[in-house]
């Protein structure tokens, strides 16, 4: 098959272009490189820096294409909040614009890969599609409202569409950035330099956190499954985990003794967040192959930026 990813080039993007050009599929890379990293693509993707709004360049991109992923968007939760504009031009603007260079071209299916945040804080938990979303950031917003583009004009230009809920994605080569970095690269970055770990209030709450690879595999899936037009579909590990149970699950993983400190939550935040698997089980034949402990062991063997290298020993020249 031939497939164009947009953001190509970050976490999982580069990890779905691999995994396709691996299985002998032709594979087009679209990124503007804002976050992404064209160097954790294989040589075999093609690959083309620019913007998911360019127009012109995507109906080049698109022809032939049997299937889009679409994961083009800015992600950070924080940053959204100061830049709610821009996150609208991007992860709306942009997903719109697809969608028409798609009807224009003739491409008939987009798997669009949206955020277990749109939920936001609910009461009964694990969640389920049919939850009444409760965004609670500019980013959250964004999604959501690019999960009802994709859904609302696909079915009236005839485009096959499924939107993946994915929660909290981990594992090796994850993007760091200096201010607010997800939690586990984080986490396991400070224990395996024996710096501190900090917790925002008693950690008591509570994510869903998925390796990276049984991601790949559901996103894998519904670029051909049948029957799901239409859905949104939950990708998760349907376990719940929470910030003090990581933290120790870390310090296991590591060796590290780590030091833990506490700090007042500046808002209510999301208090708790866990996938219902069973839609993706139906419709994907989905079932996640990796614990948090095996993950966790897996990006630290498998992501160079965790090691620490022993210090050398001076010479001795006498």
């Not at 080569?173 to 201010?179: I, K, R, V």
């Not at 990708?235 to 400190?261: F, H, M, N, P």
Request: aromatic share 6%.
């Amino acid at each position: 098959m031939n497939f164009l990813i947009t953001g190509a080039a970050g976490f999982l993007g580069s990890k779905l272009a691999n995994y396709l050009v691996r299985e002998g599929h032709q594979v087009r890379g679209l990124d503007d490189l804002s976050t992404g990293d064209p160097q954790a693509l294989s040589p075999d993707v093609l690959f083309t820096r620019g913007d998911v709004n360019d127009r012109p360049k995507l109906w080049t991109l698109l022809q032939e294409v049997d299937c889009v992923y679409h994961l083009a968007a800015r992600v950070a939760v924080p940053e959204s909040v100061l830049y709610p504009r821009e996150y609208n031009a991007v992860n709306v603007g942009g997903t719109v614009s697809l969608m028409e260079a798609m009807r224009d071209v003739g491409v008939r299916r987009v798997v669009f890969i949206s955020s277990g945040a749109v939920y936001g804080d609910q009461g009964e938990q694990p969640l389920k599609e049919t939850a009444h979303p409760n965004p609670r950031s500019p980013y959250a917003v964004s999604k959501l409202a690019a999960e009802y583009y994709v859904r609302t004009i696909g079915d009236l230009w005839g485009i096959e569409s499924v939107c993946l809920r994915v929660f909290n994605a981990y594992g090796p080569g994850q993007h760091l950035p200096p201010s607010h970095p997800p939690v586990i690269p984080n986490f396991l970055k400070q224990a395996m330099r024996g710096g501190t770990l900090v917790m925002h209030g008693e950690g008591q709450q509570t994510r869903d956190y998925v390796y990276v690879d049984d991601v790949v595999s559901t996103m894998i899936a519904a670029s051909t499954a049948p029957g799901i037009n239409h859905l949104v579909i939950n990708v998760g590990s349907g376990i719940e985990t929470s910030i003090r149970d990581l933290v120790r699950l870390v310090g296991e993983t590591t060796g590290a003794k780590l030091e833990v400190l506490t700090n007042p939550r500046t808002s209510p935040g999301v208090s708790r967040m866990c996938a219902d698997l069973s839609l993706a089980r139906e419709k994907l034949g989905y079932q996640p192959r990796f614990s948090l402990a095996q993950g966790l062991r897996l990006t630290l063997d498998r992501d160079a930026r965790f090691r620490v290298e022993p210090p050398t020993r001076p010479v001795n020249r006498a």
